[in-house]
């Protein structure tokens, strides 16, 4: 059996040990690299690193949301557009109403003629029958009964001219009225079609925004490995 070496040999052979192997048994294990590190938009405080498949999901996501954001914004744009169109037509129909309300006062101008005419012949009928009804000779009679004539020419004159300008204007009414019938059927028809389009619109806008939110709150300002994400983008 061999006889044991000394302590003081064992520490003199410690201290006689080269620096470079004194320093590797002094130093401690080396960290793993963790590579360099990125975040989505500007770092928030206290963000937790995201996992490798946690940044899957968000880098899925945000592709995900660049893509359906121009479909969004089309809509709205369109819907907008639509608006604009329908508030034309708005504009269009202040006109046309202001040529129905000329129509109104068109016939209440007609009306009012027509009973004026209606009073005068009536007068006129009242008068003929009781000059007829006492007949009478010589120069007066004669004189009266030509300005009866005379006024009867004048009031038939008169009841053609209106009767005329009636037709006229009762055409011309018909035409305008079926224009700004047909101009309130054609706007209310596309306020109808913007509504339901302003509605799915809505739907879609709020869906994406809340898509959006959660991926904000999910994503936004964590930290993450570039190396990971190199590796996702690899298929890994």
């Known amino acids: 059996m061999s006889a044991s070496l000394p302590f003081a040999w064992l520490t003199t052979a410690l201290l006689c040990l080269p620096a470079t192997l004194w320093a590797q048994a002094a130093a401690k294990p080396a960290a793993p690299a963790q590579g360099k590190i990125s975040t989505f938009g500007d770092a928030k405080a206290g963000g937790k690193l995201l996992t490798r498949n946690e940044l899957r999901e968000c880098l899925k996501d945000q592709t995900a949301l660049a893509e359906r954001r121009p479909k969004v914004e089309a809509e709205r744009d369109a819907v907008q557009r639509e ?3 329908i508030k034309q037509l708005d ?14 006062t068109g016939v209440a101008s007609l009306n009012e003629r ?3 005419l209606s009073r005068k012949i009536a007068d006129f009928n009242e008068r003929m029958t009781k000059f007829q009804e006492s007949p009478r000779s010589g120069p007066s009679a004669e004189r009266q009964r030509s300005n009866f004539e005379t006024e009867k020419v004048a009031l038939d004159k008169s009841a053609q001219e209106l009767a005329a300008e009636r037709t006229a204007f009762t055409s011309k009414s018909e035409q305008t009225l079926k224009v ?5 059927t054609a706007r209310d028809k596309a306020a109808g079609e913007w509504n339901a389009k302003n509605a799915q619109s809505a739907k879609l806008v709020q869906a994406y925004e809340t898509d959006r939110e959660t991926w904000a709150a999910d994503c936004a300002g964590r930290p993450y490995r570039e190396d990971d994400e190199i590796a996702i983008k690899s298929g890994k």
């Open 83 to 85: 608006m604009d169109e």
């Open 91 to 104: 504009e269009a129909l202040k006109a046309d109403a202001s040529a129905v309300e000329s129509i109104k």
């Open 114 to 116: 027509n009973q004026e």
């Open 180 to 184: 700004y019938n047909a101009r309130v």
